[in-house]
């Protein structure tokens, strides 16, 4: 939008915008400044008169997202417009964007933070709800860019990195292993050894193999499996695309005409979709194992009675919806690790920031999760 000597980009304004804005840019500043060496911006309109405009100040201040492909192509601009001796200005509306301009050799410099007078009581309680909302748009939005990313890749597949997904399928499944044998074993074994004293006062010893046969499968196993993950892959999802973020590779990704999303945030999200329900599946037997041991020392039942009590109990079922839950505790974990840490701004700080905000939001999100699908399959008679 062209005013008096005013440019302004509004919305969100990503590298696939480029060339829109490239034209729209050019076409705006055609006639501006009289005829110098340097060529034009955009195609110049014959029989236009320059526009007798002292100077030109291109305003970001309404750009809700930019990229810094963006900040660049509007940095040149204004450097072929200082070339045509046109006097031209950048303003931006945030910190982040005035030293993301400034990175790219604009205008403006960094400017020291200003001291906000302390919130409290409800305007703390506002501010907080305020963000939530926020991060709540942001992760919908990065969701429906994600669904659209693997649209493209289901059409062209050569656009999905496939030489990462094995390292990353080892990295979040195979070195997990061990930790998610290990709890999920000791889970089945508390659980059934909680229950044993109370059990062997009825002379119902036989019902631990149906506790843990029904508890493991349907609701620990997925959720403590989940958490491991959460630790293990979430937190270093974050901390690795905050730190490839803060150090500029992703707008360098974007420059070279790499888009993020389907290059770097499917492939991850891919791999913990695939090893989510796998690690739930040893955690079952796992933790069956440790029901097991707790049986055969202290309720004395033998392992061939324990497992043909699970068989009477333990429906298909009862597993195979577990594994539905750790789908969607893999794919939920996947994309908020990945999109808090392609979010994350500043330094070092931002990056311990982006991964602690993303093992906090992942747990909310399992339980919730968790509970949308417990509620969901009563509703089925599952």
Same mark, same amino acid.
């Given at each position: 939008?062209?005013?008096?000597?005013?440019? +302004?980009?509004?919305?969100?304004?990503? @590298?696939?915008?480029?060339?829109?804005?490239?034209?729209?840019?050019?076409?705006?500043?055609?006639?501006?400044?009289?005829p110098r060496d340097a060529a034009?911006?955009?195609?110049? =309109?014959?029989?236009?008169?320059?526009?007798?405009?002292?100077?030109?100040?291109?305003?970001?201040? =309404?750009?809700?997202?930019?990229?810094?492909?963006?900040?660049?192509?509007?940095? %040149?601009?204004?450097?072929?417009?200082?070339?045509?001796?046109?006097?031209?200005?950048?303003?931006?509306?945030?910190?982040?964007?005035?030293?993301?301009?400034h990175l790219y050799r604009g205008? +403006? $410099?960094? =400017?020291?933070?200003?001291?906000?007078?302390?919130?409290?009581?409800?305007?703390?309680?506002?501010?907080?709800?305020?963000?939530?909302?926020?991060?709540?748009?942001?992760?919908?939005? @990065?969701?429906?860019?994600?669904?659209?990313?693997?649209?493209?890749?289901?059409?062209?597949?050569?656009?999905?990195?496939?030489?990462?997904?094995?390292?990353?399928?080892?990295?979040?499944? &195979?070195?997990?292993?061990?930790?998610?044998?290990?709890?999920?074993?000791?889970?089945?074994?508390?659980?059934?050894?909680?229950?044993?004293?109370?059990?062997?006062?009825?002379?119902?010893?036989?019902?631990?193999?149906?506790?843990?046969?029904?508890?493991?499968?349907? +609701? !620990? *196993?997925?959720?403590?499996?989940?958490?491991?993950?959460?630790?293990? $892959?979430?937190?270093?999802? %974050?901390?690795?695309?905050?730190?490839?973020?803060?150090?500029?590779?992703?707008?360098?990704?974007?420059?070279?005409?790499? *888009?993020?999303?389907?290059?770097?945030?499917?492939?991850?999200?891919?791999?913990?979709?695939?090893?989510?329900? !796998? !690690? &739930?599946?040893?955690?079952?037997?796992?933790?069956?194992?440790?029901?097991?041991?707790?049986?055969?020392?202290?309720?004395?039942? &033998?392992?061939?009675?324990?497992?043909?009590?699970?068989?009477?109990?333990? +429906?298909?079922?009862?597993?195979?919806?577990?594994?539905?839950?750790?789908? *969607?505790?893999?794919?939920?974990?996947?994309?908020?690790?990945?999109?808090?840490?392609? %979010?994350?701004?500043?330094?070092? $700080?931002?990056?311990?920031?982006?991964?602690?905000?993303?093992?906090?939001?992942?747990? @909310?999100?399992?339980?919730?999760?968790?509970?949308? @699908?417990?509620?969901?399959?009563?509703?089925?008679?599952?």
């Amino acid at each position: 939008m062209r005013g008096e000597g005013r440019l +302004e980009l509004a919305g969100e304004l990503g @590298f696939a915008d480029a060339p829109a804005i490239w034209r729209a840019m050019g076409d705006a500043t055609a006639g501006l400044g009289p005829p110098r060496d340097a060529a034009p911006v955009g195609p110049a =309109r014959g029989g236009v008169e320059p526009a007798r405009v002292p100077a030109l100040v291109i305003d970001l201040g =309404r750009a809700t997202r930019i990229d810094g492909a963006i900040v660049a192509l509007v940095v %040149a601009v204004r450097a072929r417009l200082l070339a045509r001796g046109v006097r031209c200005h950048i303003t931006t509306g945030s910190e982040q964007l005035r030293a993301l301009v400034h990175l790219y050799r604009g205008d +403006e $410099s960094p =400017r020291p933070p200003e001291i906000r007078p302390r919130e409290r009581g409800l305007a703390r309680l506002g501010s907080a709800v305020d963000r939530a909302l926020g991060q709540a748009r942001e992760l919908i939005a @990065f969701a429906g860019e994600l669904i659209a990313a693997i649209g493209a890749v289901l059409r062209r597949p050569d656009r999905l990195s496939w030489r990462d997904l094995p390292g990353l399928i080892v990295r979040a499944g &195979t070195d997990g292993i061990p930790i998610v044998l290990v709890l999920n074993f000791l889970i089945g074994f508390v659980m059934a050894y909680q229950a044993a004293r109370q059990l062997a006062l009825f002379g119902a010893n036989i019902y631990a193999a149906d506790l843990v046969g029904l508890s493991v499968p349907r +609701e !620990l *196993a997925p959720l403590m499996t989940a958490i491991i993950i959460v630790g293990r $892959s979430g937190a270093a999802y %974050a901390a690795e695309l905050g730190t490839m973020g803060v150090s500029d590779e992703i707008d360098a990704l974007r420059t070279m005409g790499f *888009a993020p999303v389907p290059y770097l945030v499917v492939p991850r999200v891919l791999a913990l979709v695939v090893v989510a329900p !796998l !690690l &739930t599946l040893l955690g079952d037997v796992v933790g069956v194992v440790g029901g097991i041991i707790v049986g055969h020392a202290s309720l004395d039942i &033998t392992p061939a009675g324990f497992l043909a009590e699970l068989r009477t109990a333990v +429906e298909a079922s009862d597993v195979w919806t577990g594994l539905c839950k750790s789908v *969607a505790f893999g794919a939920a974990i996947g994309l908020i690790g990945c999109q808090h840490g392609l %979010a994350t701004r500043g330094a070092a $700080s931002g990056v311990g920031r982006g991964t602690t905000s993303t093992v906090v939001t992942c747990l @909310f999100a399992i339980v919730v999760i968790d509970t949308v @699908f417990t509620i969901v399959f009563r509703r089925l008679g599952v």
